[in-house]
């Protein structure tokens, strides 16, 4: 498995319109259930669902990158949004600095070794320090598809 066989191309956000964390989740779970990657999932109880596991434990990871997961019935393959802020959001990330990058995964609940598998390529990448400015720094879709596309 790749980063670019778990990030929906068309699920990526190069502005955020969202301000603030809940509002930026609902931006990437509605691009996916547009882009049809959601199945029967119902957008707004995905989001709700991805807020509540948010406000148990974070997973702003710092360095201006989060990584908000999820393991649900319905759908067969991990996927991935990604959206960006160039003002940041505050994740209550771990090192207390706005998120400028997000990716969003949504795994098979029925399939945890699919999750796991897709959560190491996506921390591998985004420990990478040109990874994470790269992204930072990306202004269109077609920028950050590239970039995926080179870490691979």
Known sequence: MKLSDIVCFSAIIPELESKDRNGAVRELVEILYREGRLGSLEPEKLTKAIIQRENEASTGMGKGVALPHIKVDGIDEPVAAVGRSS??????????QPVYTILLLISPKE?????????????RHLNQDDFRRFLRQAQTVEEIVEIIRDAD
């Open 87 to 96: 003002k940041g959001i505050d994740f209550r990330s771990l090192d207390k």
């Open 111 to 123: 399939n945890p070794d699919k999750h796991l598998q897709a959560m190491e390529i996506l921390f």
